[in-house]
């Protein structure tokens, strides 16, 4: 069984800075794409950003590219968020997820490709 654990969310006002952690433990390669969703109130819960087995491929939402960096170590299974330049709208709960496939496997930016999920990490932006 695969376990993810989040850390690092909060209140920050905006224009200022949150970095997120994330570590799993479980079976070996069993989170090759790691991932960061955002859910806020009332609304689906939608990509953020991904990254490969060997934190040298990512992917960013449009609304995040130029302001939040994913970062992994190559082969570990723990992923970062640092996010710069917080907006009110950024407020949400932040999820990890991570799945045994490859990151060129299907679309990474999709809830049902991720087999694995976190609690959640509240973070929000104050105006």
């Known amino acids: 069984q695969v376990r993810l654990i989040e850390s690092g969310g909060g209140l920050v006002q905006a224009g200022g800075s949150l970095r997120l952690s994330c570590a799993a433990s479980?079976?070996?390669?069993?989170?090759?794409?790691m991932a960061w969703f955002r859910q806020a109130p009332g609304k689906d819960r939608e990509f953020v950003s991904a990254?490969?087995?060997?934190?040298?491929?990512?992917d960013y939402a449009d609304s995040v590219l130029g302001r939040f960096t994913i970062s992994r170590e190559n082969g570990k299974s723990a992923v970062d968020l640092q996010m710069s330049s917080l907006k009110p709208e950024d407020t949400a709960v932040y999820f990890c997820?991570?799945?045994?496939?490859?990151?060129?496997?299907?679309?990474?930016?999709?809830?049902?490709?991720?087999?694995?999920w976190g609690q959640g990490t509240q973070v929000t932006v104050s105006s």
């Open positions: 990254v490969s087995w060997t934190g040298d491929i990512t």
């Open positions: 479980g079976r070996p390669y069993s989170s090759r794409t």
């Open positions: 997820a991570s799945d045994p496939r490859t990151f060129y496997s299907g679309d990474n930016t999709l809830k049902s490709h991720y087999e694995n």
